[in-house]
């Protein structure tokens, strides 16, 4: 996939917000310092500076840091990693006061994309049941980031996941709600509003002219003609008649156990899949390092790594930034 502009053609340095301070974000941020590139896009980490000197030093790095506005970004990145430094400090220890941190990170990002001087955002992961603890009020950072964008921009915003490799590109209509909810949750409506998203900004943002999408059923064999469940029928069915109408090239419901072989995904731009794990088991089976999970739908760019904090390896340097240097990459395309 290409996208329509270069980054060189947009000077503004990304925001990476750092996700749970004591999660292996911080590191993987210091990590992909240390593997810049040449004539790479600048990006910025909105943290605690004294926080990533403390984990640089007992990790070894030679990471200097530059606590920055954020007009100094550009300037700084070659030989420093420019931090904007939040009001709340991080403790070393996992420890829920640094939830405010985390959550700080979060809306300054999307503050400074909608003042035009960040160019996207990339998010280091949460831990979402700390998050709750704190008051959080969403299921996680793809809600959090639609009702923000939502309240900033004034206008409604219907935020989808996509999780993205080279290999696949997977969406999941219903997200982070209990399996036993799902056929509840699942409307023809929302599966038309999510997949003319996804097409809309496959076009505008991946640079593909006539997205090719495929669909899957909710039931094993996509119901086989309403013998093992009624929804591909009665919900699925339509919603993709109705983009066909619209003349949009979408296939199925199509049996999931079929259509994530390298034959199968030949044939589509990017899965439609009904919940959760239909969509991130085939993802992350084929590309677990390297997969992005990006957020449709938003007026401004936003990707993150497609894992979670690692709080077991946290804090001891072993952890593969492969994931987060896909998303930065990935965001710079697409901004």
Avoid at 133 to 143: D, I
Wanted: aromatic share 6%.
């Amino acid at each position: 996939m290409s996208a329509a502009s270069s980054p060189a053609a947009d000077p503004r340095p990304l925001a990476l917000t750092i996700g749970d301070a004591a999660g292996i974000g911080p590191e993987l941020v210091l990590q992909a310092w240390l593997r810049r590139m040449p004539g790479q896009r600048p990006f910025f980490a909105l943290a605690d500076p004294d926080h990533l000197t403390r984990l640089a030093q007992r990790l070894g790095w030679q990471v200097p840091i530059a606590t920055i506005a954020i007009a100094q970004a550009n300037a700084s990145f070659a030989n420093a990693l420019p931090v904007v430094p939040l009001q709340h400090k991080f403790d070393d220890e996992a420890s829920s006061a640094n939830t405010p941190g985390t959550l700080e990170s979060m809306q300054r990002a999307v503050e400074y994309v909608y003042a035009g001087q960040a160019a996207a955002i990339v998010t280091c992961p949460i831990a979402k049941d700390r998050m709750y603890q704190a008051g959080f009020q969403f299921p996680g950072h793809t809600e959090f980031l639609g009702a923000q964008a939502s309240q900033l921009w004034k206008r409604p915003v219907l935020p989808v996941m996509m999780l993205w490799a080279p290999e696949l590109a997977v969406v999941p209509v219903t997200v982070h709600v209990p399996l036993a909810r799902v056929p509840d949750l699942l409307t023809t409506t929302l599966i038309i509003e999510t997949t003319q998203i996804v097409i809309d900004d496959l076009r505008q943002r991946f640079g593909i002219q006539a997205p090719r999408i495929a669909v899957a059923g909710l039931n094993p064999h996509a119901g086989e003609n309403a013998t093992i469940g009624t929804e591909d029928r009665d919900i699925i069915a339509p919603a993709i008649r109705a983009l066909q109408a619209a003349g949009h090239n979408v296939i199925g419901p199509m049996p999931a156990d079929t259509m994530f072989h390298a034959a199968a995904r030949k044939k589509y731009d990017a899965a439609i899949c009904m919940y959760h794990d239909q969509a991130l088991i085939p993802i992350k089976t084929l590309a677990f390092d390297h997969g992005v999970n990006t957020t449709l739908g938003l007026p401004f760019v936003r990707t993150s790594p497609d894992h979670g904090t690692a709080f077991d390896i946290a804090g001891r340097g072993i952890a593969k930034p492969d994931s987060l240097l896909a998303a930065l990459a990935l965001a710079a395309r697409l901004a």
